[in-house]
């Protein structure tokens, strides 16, 4: 019973550790990389389907992602979608092939993008400390049933303190990776 608990709570961690840093690859620093383009949608005969799906995403250099589109009626539809993105880029289409160049960040929106990085962090932080609270109301439900002793249920939610210690500390680390990223010219 412990056991499980325990393994729940660091599945449930490990995806919000995941999602977080997911989170953070959309957060773009000034150099290209196909992974900005992932959440863009188009609409493809109907439906919407990632970029990816409808066309061949790679980097041209270091500040450019080429998007070559594998129809050619769907050249004008990726383009209006990126532009129409929150990510702030300003395609160009060149016959087949789409160019997206990559704006340089200045000091206010490097500032601001870290704003928003932290606050991404924090969301992250919540999610495994409600995992936590989760997992220490599970082990006091399972004293209620008399499934477990005390000392179990206060090894137990010691063992879960550990974990999210653990979590709360790579996501730390990975927010410093990201912060010293955006912050570096």
């Known amino acids: 019973m412990i056991n499980e608990v325990k393994k729940s709570a660091e599945q449930k961690m490990t ?37 990816n799906q409808v066309a061949n995403v790679s980097l041209i250099d270091s500040r ?10 769907m050249v004008a539809k990726i383009e ?3 532009r129409d993105s929150d990510l702030g880029l300003n395609p160009a289409s060149m016959g087949e092939i789409i160019r997206v160049p990559m704006p340089m960040l200045t000091e206010e929106r490097r500032r ?19 995992i936590r609270r989760d997992a220490n ?7 209620k049933d008399k499934s477990i002793t005390e000392d179990d249920e206060r090894r ?5 303190q550990k974990m999210t210690d653990k979590f709360i500390a790579e996501i730390d680390k990975a927010l ?10």
Request: net charge negative; aromatic share 6%.
């Open 15 to 51: 995806k919000s550790l995941e999602a977080f840093k997911t989170d953070l690859t959309k957060v773009r620093t000034g150099r290209a990389h196909t992974g900005i383009l992932d959440h863009v949608m188009v609409d493809y005969y109907g439906s919407d389907v990632p970029v």
């Open 112 to 130: 601001d993008l870290i704003k928003v990085v932290k606050s991404e962090a924090e969301g992250a932080r919540v999610a495994v400390r409600n």
């Open 80 to 82: 209006k979608a990126i």
């Open 176 to 185: 410093a990776a990201k912060e010293a990223d955006l912050m570096a010219v």
């Open 137 to 143: 109301n599970d082990f006091k439900n399972l004293l």
């Open 156 to 160: 137990g939610q010691d063992d879960i």
């Open 64 to 73: 450019t992602i080429g998007v070559q589109a594998w129809e050619k009626n």
